[in-house]
Nanobody, 123 residues
Framework: QVQLVESGGGLVQAGGSLRLSCAASGRTFSNYAMGWFRQAPGKEREFVAI????????RYADSVKGRFTISRDNAKNTVFLQMNSLKPEDTAVYYC????????????????WGQGTQVTVSS
């Protein structure tokens, strides 16, 4: 079983950048498609980005397309989320998650979750 730990969150001004990291333990990390989700106060957890096990395919929510980039380093068991041109509406707890069965944007498809990291964007 893979365990996930996010880091890199913090407070940033609108227009700024942050890079989130998600470190995975376990030898089967490369078998997982990896996703990032976020949850703002009072809202449902929503899909942000996904990357295939090989890193060859990515997909983004429309709200972050062109501003966020997901990547992974299977040799280091790490997945990243580079967030540029941040907006106050990006404020949320960001979670990384692993999908061992496919390549899905649906929250229910993910069987491994990290504890989350807070991202706050001030206006």
């Amino acid at each position: 079983q893979v365990q996930l730990v996010e880091s890199g969150g913090g407070l940033v001004q609108a227009g700024g950048s942050l890079r989130l990291s998600c470190a995975a333990s376990g030898r089967t990390f490369s078998n997982y498609a990896m996703g990032w989700f976020r949850q703002a106060p009072g809202k449902e957890r929503e899909f942000v980005a996904i990357i295939s096990w090989s890193g060859g395919s990515t997909r983004y929510a429309d709200s972050v397309k062109g501003r966020f980039t997901i990547s992974r380093d299977n040799a280091k068991n790490t997945v990243f989320l580079q967030m540029n041109s941040l907006k106050p509406e990006d404020t949320a707890v960001y979670y990384c998650a692993g999908d061992s069965r496919g390549y899905s944007t649906a929250r229910r498809s993910y069987d491994v979750w990290g504890q989350g990291t807070q991202v706050t964007v001030s206006s």
